[in-house]
C-alpha cells in the first residue's frame, strides 16, 4: 500500500551537486512511521546502501562514501523524502532508488518497499 517515486537525477559535473526526491503515496499512517532509504546501483554493481532516515528525522544514517557530502532529509507533510548531493564524484555515478521500511537499517532485506529509480550521471 506504499508507492515511492523519483526524481531529480540528471547529468551533473563533478563537483556539483543535485537534489534527488522520492514522493510517497499510501496510508498516511503507514507512510510516517516508516523508516526511508536511499541506495545505489551502477552498472556490474550491487545495489548500496547509501543513507537512511528514521520515521522521525531525528536519526540519520550514512555510508561512509557519503558522510559530509551528502544529506538525507524528509517531509512528512508532503510525503516526501530528500538526497541533497554535494560535490558529487565521478564514483556517485549509478541508479539511485528510494525504499521505505518498517524497522530501517542498511541491508537491501530490511526494505519492503521500493521505487522505480532516478539516473544520477556525473561526469569528469
Known amino acids: 500500500q506504499v508507492q515511492l517515486v523519483e526524481s531529480g537525477g540528471g547529468l551533473v559535473q563533478a563537483g556539483g551537486s543535485l537534489r534527488l526526491s522520492c514522493a510517497a503515496s499510501g496510508r498516511t499512517f503507514s507512510l510516517y512511521a516508516m523508516g526511508m532509504g536511499w541506495f545505489r546501483q551502477a552498472p556490474g554493481k550491487e545495489r548500496e546502501f547509501v543513507a537512511g532516515?528514521?520515521?522521525?528525522?531525528?536519526?540519520?544514517y550514512y555510508a561512509d562514501s557519503v558522510k559530509g557530502r551528502f544529506t538525507i532529509s524528509r517531509d512528512n507533510a508532503k510525503n516526501t523524502v530528500y538526497l541533497q548531493m554535494n560535490s558529487l564524484k565521478p564514483d556517485d555515478a549509478a541508479v539511485y532508488y528510494c525504499a521505505a521500511s518498517y524497522g530501517g537499517g542498511t541491508a537491501r532485506d530490511e526494505y519492503a518497499y521500493w521505487g522505480q529509480g532516478t539516473q544520477v550521471t556525473v561526469s569528469s
Open positions: 532516515i528514521s520515521w522521525s528525522g531525528g536519526n540519520t
